[in-house]
């Protein structure tokens, strides 16, 4: 009686968790902004010795209201500073630099980015913003002429907000909710794998019917994950589905898992559909590892951490967005385990209603 007990308020704690951090995910995940940043830069290309008014396009700041520098910049020690700045609206401006006549390399031309300070947005930068080509070269000269001007320490913005990343913009917020859904398929799924040893090892109804139930939560939480996952794609690389390797592997994984299911509902035996349905589930689990997690990383992807592409690292997934990131992949776990207990329970009724 005391254990039954002790049950159902961890279940209860589960529940309270779930819903406070989830609803946490939501309200946080949506009502912070987005850092400063520029979208649209114009024109792209220019040649030293030139004087040059570059049209720039920003997210969520205020160059109308406040003081605003610009710099070109190569590196930390090649920069040049504008002459003149006129801001046209909130997210709008005319930029003029006066370009140098020689580059600080040999190269025939150079990448430079742009970085705009104001005391409101702090200071905001996008590199490889305009492409500076030379006609002739004196390096001596050209080092001398960019290291004129040296960037001092930008101020901090009045408020700190989710980072801006070109293309990914909004969306970012997605993070919330594709990656947490995936990462609470995995442990559902590793759950699942641990019930099916236990089960072939001493077999006891409970413990396949547990596998049964994790799955199901498990392959629905994967089925979020893709959906968010073709909406995130949707926005980013133009297409819900691409035939990316990571999108290809992941729905055979997911699709190997459905066929569990299809398993369990095709012995009449039940010794012969729990067994069996135990085995094929340890084989999908130890199939996934490498369609999700290898196979991806050998190939071109579009998808972040993928077949050389980097994924989130600190300056995207910062402490900003951790704050909100960690909470979710628990709220969307414990919702997991929350769900999957509750099939779990009414499978046992449904199969005590049979007997």
């Known amino acids: 009686m005391q254990s039954n007990s002790v049950s159902k308020m961890n279940n209860k704690w589960i529940k309270i968790f779930a819903v406070i951090l989830i609803s946490y995910t939501f309200i946080g995940g949506m009502w912070r902004p987005l850092n400063p940043g520029i979208m649209e830069i114009h024109p792209e290309k220019t040649k030293c010795g030139e004087r040059i008014e570059v049209k720039v396009s920003t997210y969520n700041t205020h160059l109308d209201k406040g003081s ?16 003149d700045f006129k801001a046209t609206s909130n997210n709008e401006a005319a ?62 913005a009045l408020h700190k907000g989710f980072p801006f990343r070109l293309i990914l913009e909004e969306t970012i917020r997605n993070i919330y909710y594709h990656v947490p859904f995936w990462m609470a398929m995995i442990i559902l799924f590793s ?52 035939g990316d390797i990571k999108q290809n592997m992941t729905a055979i994984a997911l699709l190997i898992y459905a066929a569990y299911f299809i398993l369990w509902k095709t012995f009449k035996d039940e010794q012969i559909q729990l067994r069996v ?28 951490g993928n077949g050389g592409n980097p994924a989130l690292g600190g300056e995207d997934l910062d402490n900003t967005m951790r704050m909100v990131f960690y909470p979710a992949v628990i709220g969307y776990t414990l919702l997991g385990l929350w769900l999957a207990n509750l099939l779990y329970r009414m499978n046992k009724i449904e199969n005590h209603l049979k007997q």
């Not at 605003?68 to 002459?83: G, Q, R």
């Not at 794998?193 to 799955?215: G, M, Q, R, T």
């Not at 994950?225 to 691409?242: E, R, V």
């Open 68 to 83: 605003n520098i610009a710099y070109l910049y190569i590196d930390s020690t090649y920069n040049i500073k504008s002459i």
């Open 95 to 156: 930029i003029t630099f006066d370009i140098p006549q020689f580059l600080p390399e040999k190269s025939p031309f150079i990448n430079a980015g742009l970085i705009i300070v104001n005391p409101i947005d702090g200071g905001f930068a996008r590199p490889s913003s305009v492409s500076i080509a030379q006609d002739s070269v004196n390096t001596l000269k050209g080092q001398e002429m960019w290291k004129q001007v040296k960037i001092e320490k930008f101020p901090d």
């Open 191 to 242: 759950i699942s794998v641990f019930y099916s040893i236990k089960y072939l090892f001493k077999p006891e109804s409970d413990d396949a019917y547990h596998v049964y139930a994790y799955n199901r939560v498990g392959l629905f939480f994967g089925l979020m994950g893709l959906i968010t996952g073709a909406i995130w794609a949707k926005n980013t690389w133009g297409q819900y589905w691409s």
């Open 277 to 304: 349905s135990s085995a094929f589930n340890i084989f999908a689990f130890v199939a996934m590892i490498p369609l999700i997690f290898v196979i991806p990383r050998l190939y071109d992807s579009l998808h972040p």
